[in-house]
């Protein structure tokens, strides 16, 4: 017995020290570009010669700063909605009442990976320029429709990995039995029940919208500037304008990432 619980201490340790080196590798690089931000030169040595605002101070005094800011949440938040409403219903209908839909769902929400990104936007920039009578071009909704395919996957696949575990149809004629609609059990017992998924829907959904590149280059470039089109355009100047603008990047996804969660947790917990 003292052996089988000594094993087991060893193993927890062991466990919490590759936990730690992970933490620890993750962390690194994010605080080494925070730190770069705040440098007053730091090349050929381990640590930086001195710490400086001014790097903080030029780029919070460039207008172009709080645009992109405001651009990028209201593209990832409109997104995020959107492919909520989009998605998660159809996911549920389809695995509670249309297995061949479902089939059919889950060949379409991997199709935006298999086709390349610029056939994409090229494909998007034809649909909306006006040919078929909607003209979104230059404007932020163009970018957003093109997020949410891409975001449905992010729903698709942690939803139905729940959904496998919960005895669906078993529920449905339960609650026919005692009276109660579907709509009802779909609102107060399957979302409650498939609630981790959503939240993974819901940050990787948030994530996409704030961090994409390609689409948000293509689709609306300088007539809708987001966060990170403005990394590339300081990319080939200040590096150390470019890590204050990324470590903003990375404050706003930890906070509004941590916002999203709570928020989810306590609906569900209402819930």
């Known amino acids: 017995m003292a052996d089988r619980f000594s094993a087991m201490e060893r193993r927890s340790v062991l466990d919490r020290l590759v936990i730690g080196v992970v933490v620890i590798l993750q962390v690194l ?55 909520a409403v989009v998605a998660i219903p159809a996911v549920l209908v389809a695995h509670c009442y249309l297995p061949v839909l479902d089939r059919w769902l889950a060949a379409l929400v991997v199709l935006p990976y298999a086709v390349p990104s610029i056939v994409l936007a090229v494909g998007l920039l034809r649909l909306y320029a006006g040919n078929y009578g909607v003209v979104l071009t230059g404007t932020p909704w163009i970018l ?14 942690p939803m139905k990995s ?16 005692a009276g109660i609609g579907d709509a009802t059990i779909l609102r107060r017992v399957i979302l409650p029940s498939v609630a981790p998924a959503l939240v993974v829907g819901f940050v990787m959904n948030f994530a ?56 989810t947790s306590r609906r569900r917990g209402v819930a």
């Open 29 to 83: 690089p994010v605080l080494a570009v925070s730190l770069n931000g705040i440098a007053v030169e730091w090349s050929g040595s381990v640590l930086p010669e001195g710490l400086t605002m001014r790097w903080i101070d030029q780029m919070v005094a460039d207008p172009r700063f709080f645009e992109s800011i405001e651009h990028s949440l209201v593209i990832s938040i409109a997104t995020l909605a959107l492919s």
């Open 208 to 263: 996409l919208a704030i961090s994409e590149f390609v689409y948000a280059n293509l689709l609306v470039g300088g007539f809708y500037p987001t966060l990170q089109i403005l990394m590339n355009v300081l990319d080939s100047g200040s590096g150390h304008l470019l890590s204050v603008l990324i470590a903003a990047y990375f404050i706003i996804v930890w906070a509004a990432t941590s916002i999203l969660i709570a928020v």
């Open 162 to 177: 729940n959904l496998r575990g919960l005895p669906v149809t078993e529920i449905l004629e339960a609650g026919r039995v």
């Open 144 to 157: 957003i429709f093109g997020y949410v395919p891409l975001g449905a996957s992010f729903y698709y696949v």
